[in-house]
């Protein structure tokens, strides 16, 4: 079955260096992948996504690796700030739609 | 744009009084909607996924019947947590879908008294 896990759950950076967020996933076969960030209280915020057929995918101050053989990605944040502080999901859309969420990383920014 | 909402933003109510929750895109039509529930310090985890002018489906372990979903047009479903115990407070998301992408809403917290 799918299923989608994080190595860390909890991740605390200085203010201003890089971070890096792990993820792994089961299904060979997921072909799509999404990165989200989730405030207090709030829904989740969607970052970057990325699908099979990349390997890396750049948007604004974030990177997303795919390793395809080690079932493996990964979100890097650049010059981390405390606005960066939230709790970051990664997720593998399924069947009909359905997104299978991570386990989640709680990131702590320190100023 | 890709606005969803949700109704109300928090509810605290007594056990075993149902309460309803509103999802609506503001600004696209969904032909899909889902449900999720988290509990402090989890993960999102898939209810149902709700389409328009048909019956809801469950994922397993959710009870039919103790949540009832009702998407009555493409733009707002509903979900109702019927005789609410303690146990069933948790945050509630809704997500709306269109063109294989999913857009969040903002959650509800529901508390139980």
């Known amino acids: 079955g799918e299923s989608v896990g994080l190595h860390l759950p909890t991740l605390s950076v200085q203010e201003g260096d890089n971070s890096i967020i792990n993820c792994a996933y089961s299904?060979?076969?997921?072909?799509?992948f999404i990165w989200y960030k989730q405030e207090s209280g709030k829904g989740p915020q969607f970052i970057i996504d990325?699908?099979?057929?990349?390997d890396k995918r750049q948007g604004q101050r974030v990177t997303v690796l795919l390793n395809k053989t080690v079932k493996h990605l990964s979100l890097q944040i650049a010059a981390t700030q405390p606005g960066d502080s939230a709790v970051y999901f990664c997720?593998?859309?399924?069947?009909?739609?359905?997104?299978?969420f991570g386990q989640g990383t709680e990131l702590s920014v320190k100023p | 744009g890709a606005v969803v909402s949700q109704h109300p933003s928090w509810v605290i109510c007594k056990s075993g009084t149902s309460v309803k929750i509103e999802c609506r895109s503001l600004?696209?039509?969904?032909?899909?909607m889902f449900w999720y529930r988290q509990f402090p310090k989890q993960s999102l985890m898939l209810m149902a996924t709700?389409?328009?002018?048909?019956?809801?489906?469950?994922e397993q372990g959710v009870e039919k019947d103790k949540f009832l979903i009702n998407h009555a047009s493409l733009t707002l479903s509903t979900l109702t947590v019927t005789s609410a115990h303690p146990e069933d407070s948790s945050f509630y998301i809704c997500?709306?879908?269109?063109?294989?992408?999913?857009?969040f809403g903002p959650g509800t917290r529901l508390t139980v008294l």
């Open positions: 997500s709306a879908g269109t063109n294989n992408e999913q857009f």
């Open positions: 997720a593998t859309m399924g069947q009909g739609g359905k997104l299978i």
């Open positions: 600004d696209f039509q969904a032909t899909t």
């Open positions: 299904n060979s076969a997921s072909d799509y």
């Open positions: 709700s389409n328009e002018g048909s019956k809801a489906t469950y």
């Open positions: 990325i699908r099979s057929n990349m």
